[in-house]
């Protein structure tokens, strides 16, 4: 990043002896020392929120390309995008009840499942 070599640090460190104090070079460096972790930290979730937008991106393409394809394929075979099974059964059941009543529209009377009658016996006198 700033392209810092072992000799340019030494030439700073020793610049910072001569222009820090003594006494207040162990502040100072711990000072610099949370600046550094600051940045790093600042870096470290700019370029994660960085790579989470390009996912999101690359899944939004994917996502788009998808649907391409599904709609393709259902165009294909000729099927519309939906399929209803509510929808269905109600029709078929409005073609049943409305269908053609009629002779040839009847089914042959089936036989009556109850026994035929008996007539009624007469009582004895007692």
Known sequence: ????????LIVIGVVALVVIP??????????????????????????????EAIREAELHDLRKDLKQEVDSAIAGV?????????TEARKQITDAIEAPVGPAAEAP?????????????KELPA
């Open 78 to 86: 000729g099927l519309s995008g939906s399929f209803d099974p509510m």
């Open 109 to 121: 009377p089936a036989e009556s499942p109850l026994p035929p009658e008996t007539p009624p016996q």
């Open 1 to 8: 990043m700033f392209d810092f070599d072992a000799g340019k």
């Open 22 to 51: 003594t006494k207040d070079l162990p502040r100072v460096l711990r000072q610099l020392g949370q600046l550094i972790g600051k940045a790093r930290r600042m870096a470290a979730e700019f370029q994660g929120q960085f790579m």
